[in-house]
């Protein structure tokens, strides 16, 4: 059952929102959460926004969404009677970033089939993995970065 404003401990909140509590101090510290009121016991207290607020940052960063983006994504989300054309161009920004990504583990994971198919057994000595990833000049592609 939902509790009512700012009747969730740190702990409920996170439970709520599926976030742990070091993350939800983290999100106050980097000005994500407004930090929310304390009881007289120093104990934070959130409410249902709050609490929603949280699961969208949790939500924004599943989907790969950086700090700064969802800071972006907050900030409009405040305002509703704007115009979505910010919140598109961040989107279609970590589109194209997934799509890089996407690129170089495509590149990747060639490079490691075409070194496990060419692995024939036998001895390290021999080893085809051992001996591509000793030497880069044997890979096809220039760079092969993973997600980063």
Excluded: W
Excluded at 11 to 27: D, E, F, H, S
Excluded at 31 to 59: C, D, K, M, S
Excluded at 83 to 106: F, G, K, M
Aim: charged share 25%; hydrophobic share 40%; aromatic share 4%.
């Amino acid at each position: 059952m939902p509790a009512s404003h700012a009747d969730y401990s740190i702990g409920q909140a996170a439970r709520v929102a599926g976030v742990k509590v070091p993350t939800i101090r983290y999100y106050e510290a980097q000005g994500l959460l407004t930090p929310p009121p304390r009881t007289e016991g120093n104990q934070r207290r959130y409410g249902a926004a709050e609490v929603a607020r949280l699961a969208f940052i949790r939500h924004a960063r599943e989907l790969g969404f950086p700090l700064p983006a969802i800071r972006d994504l907050l900030s409009l989300s405040d305002h509703p009677d704007q115009s979505c054309d910010a919140a598109d161009a961040i989107a279609r920004a970590q589109l194209a970033e997934v799509e890089r990504r996407l690129e170089n583990l495509t590149a990747l994971k060639s490079e490691l089939e075409r070194m496990v198919d060419q692995c024939q057994g036998g001895r390290i000595a021999n080893c085809r993995v051992i001996e591509v990833l000793a030497n880069h000049d044997q890979c096809l592609a220039e760079t092969h970065n993973p997600v980063t």
